[in-house]
């Protein structure tokens, strides 16, 4: 081997030389290459592992929202578009799992009696297809709002909420048998009233009677619970332990 190099010219050499390097130089450039092509894998594969978090931290958000756990919220006055869009939101969940629970929480004034009825049968119908609807009341459930809390299998109450009864209103104009016959309407609706109440709670139609005759009748979540108007009230102050009061300081003499 060493006879071979000797015998090679200057020029020879330096040819090998160069040859050598150039092939150096290109597994220089592979390796190179090799090494941005793992890195954009490992950039791509965090980008990937990036979306993939960002993904299931969306999913989890709504997976914790009201949508996806079937809890509505009526905090508008009951009226013809209020309660076509509860009635709209049932049935989407009625018809997506037609055994879901469903609850109901009631933050409004009240309004239209008519319309209240239609939502209070329709939330009847999804109880009688296998529905469990729990029915509950932060703020106020008043006038309209009042009998359709009374509508769920379950019922609660917010523990600073209120609850309000009072009798039917209307303002009659007309000639007298018009009005007669509207009065005659309103007794007969005032009856259904007093029927959903009385089913649902300890009260009689006689005591209703005297507490709505011409008042509004406001009862606080304690009243509720024990006049039967709820199953259970919520959201109280926690009870705090004798251990956790701060002990008095003694006075220094």
Not at 14 to 35: G, N, P, Q, S, W
């Amino acid at each position: 081997m060493a006879d071979e190099t000797a015998k090679k010219t200057k020029e020879e050499i330096k040819a090998d030389l160069l040859i050598k390097k150039a092939e150096a130089a290109k597994v220089t450039a592979e390796m190179e290459k090799i090494k941005a092509e793992t890195k954009k894998i490992e950039y791509e594969a965090a980008q990937v592992s990036l979306a993939y978090d960002k993904d299931l931290r969306n999913r989890q958000k709504e997976l914790h929202t009201d949508e996806e756990n079937h809890l509505y919220r009526f905090s508008k006055d009951v009226n013809s578009n209020s309660v076509a869009a509860c009635m709209s939101k049932l049935t989407q969940w009625h018809r997506a799992n037609s055994e879901c629970a469903i609850e109901i929480v009631f933050s409004s004034p009240g309004g239209s009696i008519v319309d209240g009825f239609e939502l209070f049968d329709f939330i009847q119908e999804l109880r009688n297809k296998g529905h469990v609807i729990t029915t509950g009341s932060l703020g106020m459930a008043a006038s309209m709002a009042g009998i359709l809390l009374q509508a769920g299998d379950v019922r609660w109450i917010g523990h600073q909420a209120w609850l309000m009864i009072h009798r039917a209103a209307f303002g009659a104009i007309g000639k007298t048998y018009e009005v007669e016959d509207e009065v005659k309407l309103v007794k007969r609706i005032e009856e259904r009233v007093l029927d959903i109440f009385t089913s649902r709670s300890k009260l009689t139609k006689r005591k209703l009677k005297r507490n709505w005759d011409r008042k509004d009748w406001w009862i606080d979540a304690d009243e509720c619970l024990e006049m039967g108007l709820v199953d259970e009230v919520r959201a109280m102050m926690p009870e705090h332990h004798a251990s956790d009061k701060p002990s008095k300081k003694k006075r220094s003499k």
